[in-house]
């Protein structure tokens, strides 16, 4: 049931994970991506959801605790401020190869002594980078959390690389960026709309980089980036889970606390957009695409950058055109009978930008050019004439029972709170996410519409078979 | 419906991610401490976890009767059947059924698999009464109406088009093609481009009669609803279907095709391999051996020898695993990994050293142990959503396990001695490989035997449904 999924891959800023060690893998990254799009989607728990502990330590780290009683299991997770989105120019897919290498062995744990003990205990560990963060994870039962701690703790700080573990990890890198990007065209326009909307904003490169430039990439670059960026006060512990919030303060203290800051972090500060005054437009023509479509992305703003109400107006808006109910689908598959699939989807989760999409696939003999044409109608509508009071109720109905469903998974939780917590979000904004939603107004929604949904600050993208005249034309 | 569907890679996920639920159990986790077995007055059997500590409710359920059950010259009935069981029933035309779902943030799904349909439902606990009738409607009533077919069946088309040129779909898809060729495990599960088109509404009808009854059914409920109102709700939603099933006898069959390696042309940077031989039954004695040993081999954790040889200390691929899945009439091993073209004899070459190895001396004592001990402490990670709880739930019915299974696994794990592990090791590797690679010719004709499948004329391909390789283990 993906009708408000954005198919083809075009959806990037996908979580990329350290592993997809097995079937289990493939299961994570479908979380992952599903997560990205439940993010957009949904929201943070309601108020009335589980209690959250929030505190710091002296050397600066933040820990965030999330009880949940119902099975003797715990997530550990520590998110690292930094991504992608901070690495040097020249170096794209550092941030990601990095986080590949932290498996790779401490003076205390050397080789892979962390995974052997999280194998020894029968628990679960990866990890993921997207553009502003990157974070490790383990899940374990509920006894052994300390001990993770312990490792991870050694691991902040405690990086040994030597090129001989380093290159055959980067053959890894690149075997993932054929199965995300090379063997998948949809992935590859995808990165060439991100680079065609953020002009200037580093959100324009791919997390796992650009080939040419992780080819390059070397264990030096690696322990450089890691010295800068990795510091107790530039990271942020999540544990959800059968626990209790004075037991990980104490277990925090007593491994985490022990690790000296070793870099003052300043502020993130990215280039930013210039004023955008022109549409863009990209073709891929791929003769393995059997499936034609059309997408756009507009650029937005993200909720820590948003004005108050705008972010959650934006996320309404997306609700209402996706889904099977959604008014694309309903005006491009249903009525007019000219698209197999068509939604919307808006990424709020980001520190500088988020961005708003809209897709749809043609049904066979239709041209994207006229089903762009009608895609366009259906959003000038909104724009023009608003919502309903019906689909409001409906899309708020929706996302605060979504904020239900998450408090069912203590690692979906974790998760909402690390993204939110990196990507300037606080403890509190997360948790009454869905009094803010609660507020929105249709005249809200319209007015996010016509603010945001414009033609110039956005790119249209087609993915094709061949570049047959029409499907060119621009 | 199921637009665009995932690939064969996630269809093994699926598998896999079952298999390790159903596998993942040991001691005695507080969601899952109190199954209930509730018979309603109508003589419906549910398992039962209550947990009211969120508010919700899920329903998982499963009846037999998949894909296997397809007409033969109507591959894809099943699949066609089940993705619109959304799609309105009783009253209501599929735009009113999924407002009605909407409007409550009521979740139904359902999905084919090789032997079974399988669905779930999720509600917030105050609406699970509207949520219970969508539930009996979408069962007992579903409408196929002629444009929603219509509808399904192009998107159905369109993924098996996209499938084409899938390298993990085609790979997956000439894997159990070739495994069990002229019998319904290797049929596609979602048909053919020749078959769709030729499923009619009563086709569908038909089958949906034919499957959908009450003598083949499981049921699991977990959550926020007491013992009294499941048995209320079993004959509510499940009472009005047909007493008995019309299933066809699926004749037994062993896996075909041992010693071939199978080569798909296709022009992509990333050649995708399959790789697998005959399995060993759910309640075959040494089904708990092969589960240990199979998990030395590729389970999915950082440690296994697949892991550490292919990626860890070479770095051929991103992620290479394989996992035991069994139907009611076969069971097999079956793995997949990646990697770019010139490596690709390489990779298959090392796996199948590496296969070869462990048929022969078996595993040590020192991995014996570590991987007891992990299947005995990872399974609380299974348990700790009201999802994966329903899932396990019904799986454990499927398979005929008992009420305390969770005790009963773990005494099987203990039992397995180290002569256990080396006899069956033999047992399950030493019966041959049959591998299938996708990706460009050059590095395939290398990877080639003599003898092999690959090089000379090969039948045209056939497209399937996203669920190739995928279904429900059994």
């Known amino acids: 049931m993906s009708r408000s999924t954005c198919d083809h891959g075009l959806l990037d800023k996908i979580l990329l994970n350290k592993a997809a060690p097995g079937a289990a893998s493939a299961t994570r990254l479908a979380i992952a991506a599903a997560f990205i799009l439940t993010l957009?989607?949904?929201?943070?728990?309601?108020?009335?959801?589980?209690?959250?502990?929030?505190?710091?330590?002296?050397?600066?780290?933040?820990?965030?605790?999330?009880?949940?009683?119902?099975?003797?299991?715990?997530?550990?997770?520590?998110?690292?401020?930094?991504?992608?989105?901070?690495?040097?120019?020249?170096?794209?897919?550092?941030?990601?190869?990095?986080?590949?290498l932290m498996f790779k062995g401490t003076q205390t744990n050397p080789g892979n002594a962390f995974s052997q003990t999280v194998a020894a205990i029968g628990g679960q560990e990866n990890a993921f980078t997207s553009s502003d963060y990157t974070g490790f994870f383990q899940r374990v039962p509920r006894e052994h959390l300390k001990e993770m701690m312990t490792l991870e703790a050694d691991r902040m700080t405690g990086l040994v690389l030597t090129d001989e573990v380093a290159r055959p990890?980067?053959?890894?890198?690149?075997?993932?960026?054929?199965?995300?990007?090379?063997?998948?065209?949809?992935?590859?326009?995808?990165?060439?709309?991100?680079?065609?909307?953020?002009?200037?904003?580093?959100?324009?490169?791919?997390?796992?980089?650009?080939?040419?430039?992780?080819?390059?990439?070397?264990?030096?670059?690696?322990?450089?980036?890691?010295?800068?960026f990795y510091s107790p006060n530039n990271a942020i512990v999540v544990v959800a889970g059968d626990v209790t919030p004075d037991e990980v303060k104490a277990d925090a203290e007593a491994t985490y606390g022990k690790v000296a800051a070793r870099v003052e972090i300043g502020p993130r500060l990215r280039p930013s957009e210039p004023i955008q005054d022109a549409p863009r437009r990209v073709t891929l023509a791929d003769p393995r695409v059997e499936q034609p479509s059309v997408s756009r992305y507009y650029l937005s703003p993200s909720s820590t950058s948003a004005k108050p109400g705008e972010s959650e107006a934006l996320e309404i808006l997306a609700n209402v055109l996706s889904g099977s109910n959604g008014r694309l689908y309903r005006t491009l598959v249903l009525d007019k009978g000219i698209a197999l699939n068509a939604g919307a989807f808006y990424t709020d989760t980001a520190l500088d930008y988020g961005k708003f999409g809209v897709f749809a696939s043609p049904k066979p003999g239709v041209k994207l050019h006229e089903l762009e044409l009608a895609l366009d109608a259906a959003l000038a509508e909104v724009i023009a004439h608003g919502i309903t009071a019906d689909e409001l109720e409906r899309a708020k109905t929706g996302l605060i029972a979504d904020a239900v469903y998450a408090a069912d998974n203590q690692a979906t939780l974790a998760r909402w709170y690390g993204a939110g917590l990196t990507t300037g979000e606080t403890v509190d904004s997360i948790r009454t996410w869905p009094d803010r939603v609660r507020a929105v107004t249709a005249e809200a929604v319209q007015q996010a519409a016509r603010h945001w949904l414009d033609a110039r600050r956005s790119v249209t993208g087609y993915l094709v078979k061949d570049l047959k005249p029409e499907e060119n034309r621009s | 419906m199921k637009v665009f569907a995932s690939t064969a890679a996630h269809g093994l996920t699926r598998y896999a991610a079952l298999a390790a639920l159903a596998l993942a159990l040991s001691a005695a986790p507080a969601m899952a401490t109190t199954i209930e077995r509730v018979t309603s007055p109508g003589g419906i059997e549910a398992w039962l976890v209550h947990e009211p500590a969120v508010p919700l409710v899920v329903v998982s359920f499963a009846f037999d009767g998949g894909a296997a059950q397809d007409p033969d010259d109507k591959a894809g009935t099943a699949n066609l059947m089940t993705s619109l069981l959304d799609e309105g029933a009783g009253p209501y035309d599929s735009k009113a059924f999924q407002e009605r779902l909407d409007r409550k943030a009521v979740h139904l799904s359902f999905h084919a698999g090789r032997e079974h349909i399988?669905?779930?439902?999720?509600?917030?606990?105050?609406?699970?009464?509207?949520?219970?009738?969508?539930?009996?409607?979408?069962?007992?009533?579903?409408?196929?109406?002629?444009?929603?077919?219509?509808?399904?069946?192009?998107?159905?088309?369109?993924?098996?088009?996209?499938?084409?040129?899938?390298?993990?779909?085609?790979?997956?898809?000439?894997w159990w093609q070739t495994a069990y060729p002229g019998h319904p495990y290797g049929r596609p599960l979602g048909g053919t481009l020749e078959s769709v088109p030729g499923i009619s509404i009563d086709d569908l009808k038909a089958f949906a009669h034919k499957v959908l009854a009450r003598d083949h059914l499981k049921v699991a409920v977990v959550g926020d609803i007491d013992a009294a109102t499941v048995k209320t709700m079993l004959d509510r939603v499940f009472g009005e279907l047909p007493a008995h099933a019309e299933l066809k006898p699926v004749p037994p069959a062993i896996a075909q095709g041992l010693g071939r390696r199978v080569a798909v042309d296709l022009d992509v940077p990333q050649t995708v391999i399959d790789f697998g031989g005959p399995g060993i039954a759910r309640n075959d004695p040494d089904f708990f051996a092969a589960y240990v040993v199979n998990h030395i081999l590729g389970g999915g954790t950082f440690s296994s020898r697949l892991y550490q040889e292919v990626r860890e200390k070479r770095g051929l691929v991103y992620s290479v695993s394989d996992t035991l899945l069994w139907f009611n009439r076969s069971a097999v091993f079956f793995g997949s990994t990646a990697t770019r073209a010139d490596r690709a004899d390489e990779t298959i070459n090392l796996i199948s050293n590496?296969?070869?190895?462990?048929?022969?001396?078996?595993?040590?004592?020192?991995?014996?142990?570590?991987?007891?001990?992990?299947?005995?402490?990872?399974?609380?990670?299974?348990?700790?959503?009201?999802?994966?709880?329903?899932?396990?739930?019904?799986?454990?019915?499927?398979?005929?396990?008992?009420?305390?299974?969770?005790?009963?696994?773990?005494?099987?794990?203990?039992?397995?001695?180290?002569?256990?592990?080396?006899?069956?090791?033999?047992?399950?590797?030493?019966?041959?490989?049959?591998?299938?690679?996708?990706?460009?010719?050059?590095?395939?004709?290398?990877?080639?035997?003599?003898?092999?499948?690959?090089?000379?004329?090969?039948?045209?391909?056939?497209?399937?449904?996203?669920?190739?390789?995928?279904?429900?283990?059994?």
């Open chain 1, 40 to 100: 957009s989607a949904s929201a943070a728990p309601a108020a009335n959801g589980p209690e959250v502990a929030d505190f710091k330590l002296a050397n600066g780290l933040e820990v965030v605790v999330l009880p949940d009683h119902r099975a003797p299991v715990v997530t550990h997770m520590i998110w690292y401020k930094v991504g992608a989105a901070d690495e040097t120019p020249g170096k794209s897919g550092l941030a990601h190869y990095l986080e590949h």
């Open chain 2, 118 to 174: 399988q669905g779930s439902l999720r509600t917030l606990s105050e609406n699970k009464d509207e949520a219970f009738d969508d539930l009996r409607l979408a069962l007992t009533a579903p409408r196929f109406d002629a444009e929603d077919v219509e509808l399904n069946r192009a998107q159905t088309l369109s993924g098996l088009r996209r499938q084409l040129k899938s390298p993990s779909d085609l790979a997956s898809l000439r």
């Open chain 2, 354 to 474: 590496e296969i070869h190895q462990l048929a022969e001396t078996g595993p040590t004592a020192d991995e014996l142990a570590k991987t007891k001990a992990y299947l005995n402490s990872s399974f609380v990670l299974n348990l700790d959503t009201s999802d994966k709880v329903a899932a396990l739930l019904v799986q454990l019915q499927l398979d005929h396990q008992p009420l305390d299974y969770m005790d009963y696994r773990k005494k099987m794990i203990d039992a397995v001695t180290l002569a256990d592990a080396r006899r069956v090791a033999k047992r399950l590797l030493d019966g041959g490989l049959l591998f299938t690679a996708v990706g460009r010719p050059s590095a395939l004709a290398n990877a080639s035997p003599p003898s092999g499948g690959a090089g000379g004329p090969r039948p045209a391909l056939m497209p399937s449904s996203g669920m190739v390789g995928g279904g429900e283990v059994h």
């Open chain 1, 169 to 228: 990890e980067l053959n890894v890198v690149l075997e993932e960026l054929n199965m995300r990007v090379a063997n998948n065209p949809g992935a590859q326009l995808g990165e060439q709309m991100d680079a065609s909307l953020y002009l200037n904003h580093p959100y324009h490169r791919p997390v796992i980089g650009w080939r040419h430039e992780v080819e390059k990439l070397d264990s030096k670059d690696a322990l450089a980036f890691y010295r800068r």
